[in-house]
């Protein structure tokens, strides 16, 4: 298993940009895809970015162009670089595997806040 730990956010305005990061415990974070997922209130979690182990990204059409997500094995982390933020994009973020329709782990971390107001 894999153990995350989300940093990073805070409140920025429309239009800034802010980097999160995840860093992971565990033998098995260089095996799997990994993943930004974000939660606004009252709506359900939504995948954002995702990124192979040799690092190929892929990113929901809502943040694509916008955000980057990068990861280095060696150090068991993952990015993500948020830039022209809008308010939509407050949630909650959070980073965990992804495995397809496998989903991702059910443990999740404590994930950090993005705000995008003025």
């Known amino acids: 298993q894999v153990q995350f730990a989300e940093s990073g956010g805070g409140l920025v305005q429309p239009g800034g940009s802010l980097r999160l990061s995840c860093a992971a415990s565990?033998?098995?974070?260089?095996?799997?895809?990994m993943g930004w997922y974000r939660q606004a209130p009252g709506k359900a979690r939504e995948l954002v970015a995702r990124?192979?182990?040799?690092?190929?990204?892929n990113y929901a059409d809502s943040v694509k162009g916008r955000f980057t997500i990068s990861r280095d094995n060696a150090k068991k982390t993952v990015s993500l670089q948020m830039n022209s933020l809008k308010s939509e994009d407050t949630a909650v973020y959070y980073c965990?595997?992804?495995?397809?329709?496998?989903?991702?782990?059910?443990?999740w971390g404590q994930g950090t806040q993005v705000t995008v107001s003025s």
């Open positions: 990124i192979t182990t040799d690092g190929n990204p």
């Open positions: 965990n595997v992804y495995r397809g329709i496998l989903g991702a782990y059910d443990s």
């Open positions: 565990g033998s098995s974070f260089s095996i799997y895809s």
